[in-house]
């Protein structure tokens, strides 16, 4: 695969017909060894979030071992990772998947209710060597993808969960998930308290914790607390937790360990005013920006510009006949953009790609390694984002 200083050196070579994937793995290394060095407990990378091959090598490569993956595909794939824990986090699994899975030699499982927690005995053919995490729902503050309305057991309900998957489970695990792109450290305060409460109604002495994914990263209109506040706050609360001193940690970062470590690089193929129509959009790696409002920082990289070409607000349109194939923005660009330009889209690591579909002929693309560094960062001196223009 080729290798590239800058999205604008690849355009100095060759002006790509398809929308191009720019990936750095240096920013999931770095991304993983910041979090390797922080957390005091095993970190699992939360395989959907991206599960491109440059990726996940340079995570292995940083120090992961651990996965947290939720679907037999998932699975099939990441077991041929080599010395790979693989957790089988999703709190719903067919009869199949959990059988397949146990054979495959994975031993963690999660459950939220004594519906799944039957299903994994059963399935099993009730397995004593089992590692089994009991997902508690809890309140999302400032997430921007809140999932405490799909799984989780709430208060009562957990506890007696507890008690049950305590006499059938080796190893006990509690763990919860604040939803996806919290901004805030108090998520997890308010978390972690209610985790703590259930911990005390249940009466039950727990072996693991497992604080989720959740961990934010940097867009344009979403500038996060540092992530060492996170893990202040997170060390702190559980310090304070009745819980064995010596308790097993994890955590399951996703979008926090790749969003930096892939870009989109597009063509702009028309102009209408502030509209810019281009050969990526909503069916493909822009789903989030078009249905979730997500704001990706925007560099023009095909030419040089100048103090006098201001950044301006453009709204983006893909290429499909759609007309919900619409990401609102804004997505601020040099006022002269045009077409023939080539934009690169930067941030886009976490779950693009994995969404990416191929409505109308679309969504291939093509892939280059970049080299330099990612448009806005979370880790990091270049904490800032670089010039509009390149040059
Ligand atoms: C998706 C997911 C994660 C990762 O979430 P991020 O917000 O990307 O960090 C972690 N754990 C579970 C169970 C998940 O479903």
Not at 63 to 81: K, M, N, Y
Not at 90 to 111: C, E, M, N, T, W
Request: with cysteine.
């Amino acid at each position: 695969m080729d290798q590239l200083a800058s999205a604008s050196a690849l355009i100095d070579k060759c002006r790509p017909e398809r929308p191009v994937r720019g990936l750095r793995p240096h920013a999931a290394g770095r991304a993983a060894r910041w979090f390797l060095d922080k957390f005091p407990g095993d970190v699992a990378y939360a395989y959907k979030a991206n599960s491109s091959v440059f990726l996940i090598g340079a995570l292995y490569g940083a120090g992961i071992r651990h996965f947290d993956v939720a679907s037999l595909p998932e699975i099939e794939d990441a077991a041929t990772i080599p010395d790979a824990h693989l957790h089988f986090m999703h709190p719903v699994k067919s009869r199949h998947a959990i059988r397949r899975a146990y054979d495959l030699g994975v031993r963690s499982f999660s459950l939220d209710g004594e519906d799944e927690l039957d299903k994994i005995m059963e399935a099993t053919g009730g397995a004593r060597d089992l590692l089994l995490w009991v997902r508690v729902a809890v309140t999302a503050i400032n997430s921007r993808i809140p999932l405490e309305r799909k799984f989780g057991a709430h208060g009562e309900k957990a506890a007696k969960l507890l008690i049950k998957t305590r006499q059938v489970a080796a190893e006990l695990g509690l763990t919860f998930h604040v939803g996806s792109q919290t901004t805030t450290p108090d998520a997890f305060v308010t978390a972690l308290g209610e985790v703590h409460r259930i911990i005390v109604k249940s009466g039950v002495m727990i072996d693991r914790l497992d604080i989720g994914g959740g961990f934010p990263a940097r867009y344009p209109d979403s500038d996060p607390a540092p992530l060492q506040d996170f893990m202040d706050v997170i060390l702190a609360n559980i310090e304070t937790m009745p819980v064995k001193e010596n308790i097993k940690l994890m955590c399951e970062p996703g979008r926090a360990l790749v969003a930096e470590a892939e870009s989109l690089i597009v063509r702009v193929d028309a102009r209408r005013g502030s509209n810019l129509y281009i050969n990526d959009g909503s069916y493909g790696m822009l789903f989030d920006a078009a249905h979730l409002g997500f704001i990706f920082p925007t560099r023009l990289i095909s030419r040089s510009v100048d103090a006098s070409d201001p950044l301006v607000p453009f709204e983006l349109w893909g290429p499909t006949c759609d007309s919900i194939d619409h990401m609102k923005g804004p997505f601020l660009l040099p006022d002269s953009v045009r077409e023939g330009d080539y934009i690169e889209i930067g941030n886009m690591g976490a779950y693009a790609r994995a969404i990416a579909g191929r409505f109308n002929g679309y969504g291939e693309y093509d892939e280059v390694i970049l080299l330099d560094p990612p448009v806005l960062s979370m880790y990091g001196a270049e904490n800032t984002q670089v010039a509009a223009a390149r040059g």
